[in-house]
């Protein structure tokens, strides 16, 4: 199976602040790479596809981007609803494998 | 509204069984792939499976092949996962989740865009 390593796992920030998550695929897969928010209690919610296409309704200051094995989710200036848990998810080959996901606290 | 309501969770007995159900409703079921994602206690989310519009695909897990089965009825709008053989490493939250597959250049992607609340299965004695 793929592995999707993620770093940092978590991280402290403060709102306006620039993130950036970084997701790393065992192998090239191509972009076919999600990303995912989740917040305490809830379901996770889709941000990005194909590694930089923005899901409809998410606000543009998240942004993907990468191709092949390496990959990035930028939210440009920190709101204080981001804070959450965020998690790659590949889709080039079975199974679907997740990354073990980066906690965005408040600094 | 479109939504996804699980059901069928519980605690059950390592070995025992469980089969959780998942209502669609706003939307037709047989249109879309479906998945299972699933979430232990304070850990991070695994994909577990999913299953073609018309059934007629199937993709698992290495850790529940064998064991759990997806299955839907798009008559009844309805997601299934048979879960037998259960292990104490399956407790999780269980949440049905609809993939509205993009095509782009030739290329298939995932975009998991609906999930519903999940439900929760405990494996204990």
């Known amino acids: 199976a793929i592995q999707m390593t993620q770093s940092p796992s978590s991280l402290s920030a403060s709102v306006g602040d620039r993130v950036t998550i970084t997701c790393r695929a065992s192998?090239?897969?191509?972009?076919?790479l999600g990303w995912y928010q989740q917040k305490p209690g809830t379901a996770p919610k889709l941000l990005i596809y194909?590694?930089?296409t923005l899901q409809s309704g998410v606000p543009s200051r998240f942004t993907g981007s990468g191709s092949g094995t390496d990959f990035t989710l930028t939210i440009s200036s920190l709101q204080p609803e981001d804070f959450a848990t965020y998690y790659c998810?590949?889709?080039?080959?079975?199974?679907?494998?997740f990354g073990q996901g980066t906690t965005v606290e408040i600094k | 509204e479109v939504q996804l309501v699980e059901s069928g969770g519980g605690l059950v007995q390592p070995g025992g069984s469980l089969r959780l159900s998942c209502a669609a409703s706003?939307?037709?079921?047989?249109?879309?792939?479906m998945t299972w994602v699933r979430q232990a206690p304070g850990k991070g989310l695994e994909w577990v499976a999913n299953?073609?519009?018309?059934?007629?695909?199937?993709y698992y897990v290495d850790s529940v092949k064998g064991r759990f089965t997806i299955s839907r009825d798009n008559a009844k709008n309805s997601l299934y996962l048979q879960m037998n053989s259960l292990r104490a490493d399956d407790t999780a939250v269980y949440y049905c989740?609809?993939?509205?597959?993009?095509?782009?250049?030739?290329?298939?992607?995932?975009?998991?865009?609906?999930w519903g609340q999940g439900t929760m299965v405990t494996v204990s004695s």
């Open positions: 989740v609809r993939d509205d597959t993009s095509y782009d250049g030739g290329v298939y992607y995932d975009v998991f865009d609906i």
């Open positions: 706003g939307f037709t079921l047989s249109a879309y792939w």
């Open positions: 299953i073609k519009e018309d059934g007629g695909l199937r």
């Open positions: 192998q090239g897969i191509r972009n076919d």
């Open positions: 194909a590694a930089s």
């Open positions: 998810l590949q889709d080039y080959d079975y199974p679907r494998t």
